[in-house]
């Protein structure tokens, strides 16, 4: 049981470049979860899915788009990143959607020069 | 304001020592309330889980929640540097489908 993966580890792009962060689940979780982290600001909820088809904003969702792939993959895209969006990038998951224990992945750490 | 205010530290303390960590909010439909670990350059994992008022203890650590005030609290008895971490308060009201969390406090225990 790998739990929640996440890819890439570290990623350094330039002001205008596009990326996708990858995240998959083996836990066979229904509710997929995107947050930021960034220095005295805690963890900032970007987009979430509570289920497979369905995708909502979280506090602060501009400049990214999501995917929820399947049950087990939900992707985060930068389409022309900017250096505001410099972070730790952490993927989680949960059993079924509320306020229960989510399950985070390792982080990606993203620098836009 | 923040909905979930904690103090961010760092919080420098020697081993053995208790260490309180602390957190308020301003939504009373808030009923779950959790505290993550999370080890540098790792993501957070949960340490503690409590459903609306009172007090939980798990080895070492005792959660506490007073929703009269809006305060949650987590003690740390007998410290070891291995608790070096950064500790994440969360909370939820019911049937939400996400957590709010704190701003986290870095803790450092020193041998």
């Known amino acids: 049981n790998a739990g929640v993966t996440q890819t890439p580890k570290f990623q350094v792009l330039k002001t205008g470049q596009s990326m996708t962060l990858q995240c998959a689940q083996d836990m066979n979780h229904n509710s997929m979860y995107w947050y930021r982290q960034d220095p005295g600001m805690g963890l900032r909820l970007i987009y979430y899915?509570?289920?497979?088809?369905?995708?909502d904003k979280g506090e602060v969702p501009n400049g990214y788009n999501v995917s929820r792939l399947n049950k087990r993959e939900f992707s985060l895209r930068l389409e022309s990143a900017a250096p505001s969006q410099t972070s730790v990038y952490f993927c989680?998951?949960?059993?079924?959607?509320?306020?229960?224990?989510?399950?985070f992945g390792p982080g990606t750490r993203l620098t836009v020069l | 304001q923040k909905e979930v205010e904690q103090d961010p530290g760092p919080l420098s303390v020697p081993e053995g020592a208790i260490v309180s960590l602390n957190c308020t909010y301003s939504?009373?439909?808030?009923?779950?309330f959790m505290w993550y670990r999370q080890y540098s350059r790792k993501g957070p994992e949960l340490l503690m889980y409590t459903y609306s008022s009172g007090n939980k203890e798990d080895g070492r650590f005792t959660a506490q929640v007073d929703k009269s005030s809006k305060y949650i609290s987590l003690f740390i008895r007998d410290s070891q540097p291995s608790d070096s971490a950064t500790y994440l308060c969360?909370?939820?009201?019911?049937?939400?489908?996400?957590?709010?969390f704190g701003q986290g406090t870095r803790l450092t225990i020193n041998p």
């Open positions: 989680a998951s949960i059993e079924a959607g509320g306020p229960g224990e989510q399950f």
């Open positions: 969360a909370m939820g009201d019911k049937g939400a489908q996400k957590l709010v």
């Open positions: 939504n009373s439909a808030f009923q779950y």
């Open positions: 899915s509570a289920s497979e088809g369905t995708t």
